[in-house]
C-alpha cells in the first residue's frame, strides 16, 4: 500500500489495535506501517502516563513541523494528553505562559491537570499576567500556581506583583475552574483567591 494512502485511511489519532482493525492485516504488518508512517514524518507516538500504550497521531500536518499547545504540555508533563483535533500553529512557537492560559481555558480536568507541570517552566510573569488579564483567568491562575507549589516539585516563586494585582476584592464572588467542579481538600487556597478548585491531593502522585 502507498505511503500516501496509508496516510489517508489512518489520519487522526490511532493504535496499533485501531490500525489492524481499520486495514485488516496482522500485528507485524501494522508496525511496518507505523514505520513507514514515521520515517516520512507523519507520526508523533505519545504514551498514555496510566497503561503505557502508545498513540499514533498520525497527520499531514506532522510534516510540516508545526506545533500545538498539546505538544507543549506533553513535553513538560508526566501526564500525557491525546487530543481528538488538533489545531497546530506555524511560523512561531508558543510560549510556556500562552500554553497555560491555553489549557486552563479548556475547563478540561486532565489537560489543566496536566498543564500544571508548565508552572516549572513560567520565565515571564508580566505576559501571564496579561494573558491571564485578556483572559479574565487572574485568579485562576493563582489560585492553580498555589495548588502546583504544594504537589509539583520546582515550581518557580511567583513574583509578589503578581499576587498583589491578581488577588480578589472581599465582595468578588467565587468562580470555577472547571464549571460545577469543587474539592474540599484546598479550602484554603480557595478561599484566598475566591475560587473552587476542581482537584484532589492523590491527582497530583504523578507528578512526585
Do not use: C
Amino acid at each position: 500500500m502507498k505511503t500516501e494512502l496509508l496516510l489517508k485511511r489512518l489520519e487522526g489519532v490511532q493504535t496499533i489495535d485501531s490500525i489492524i482493525k481499520l486495514l485488516k492485516v496482522d500485528r507485524q504488518k501494522a508496525t511496518y506501517y507505523v514505520y513507514r508512517l514515521r520515517k516520512a514524518g507523519y507520526i508523533k507516538t505519545l504514551r498514555s502516563s496510566t497503561t503505557g500504550q502508545r498513540f499514533y497521531r498520525i497527520s499531514f500536518q506532522n510534516k510540516l513541523k508545526g506545533i500545538s499547545y498539546y505538544d507543549i504540555i506533553n513535553k513538560h508533563s508526566p501526564i500525557q494528553i491525546v487530543a481528538p483535533m488538533v489545531y497546530k500553529i506555524y511560523g512561531r512557537k508558543p510560549s510556556n505562559e500562552e500554553t497555560l492560559i491555553f489549557a486552563i481555558k479548556t475547563q478540561s480536568v486532565r489537560t489543566i491537570l496536566a498543564a500544571m507541570a508548565l508552572y516549572r517552566k513560567i520565565d515571564n510573569w508580566m505576559e501571564l499576567y496579561h494573558l491571564a488579564k485578556e483572559n479574565h483567568i487572574e485568579r485562576q491562575v493563582g489560585a492553580l500556581y498555589d495548588v502546583a507549589r504544594l504537589n509539583v516539585t520546582k515550581v518557580r516563586r511567583m513574583p509578589k506583583r503578581f499576587s498583589k494585582i491578581s488577588l480578589p476584592k472581599d465582595n468578588y464572588p467565587f468562580e470555577y475552574i472547571i464549571p460545577g467542579l469543587r474539592s474540599e481538600e484546598y479550602r484554603e487556597i480557595g478561599n484566598k483567591w475566591k475560587i473552587y478548585i476542581p482537584f484532589n491531593k492523590t491527582d497530583f502522585e504523578v507528578f512526585k
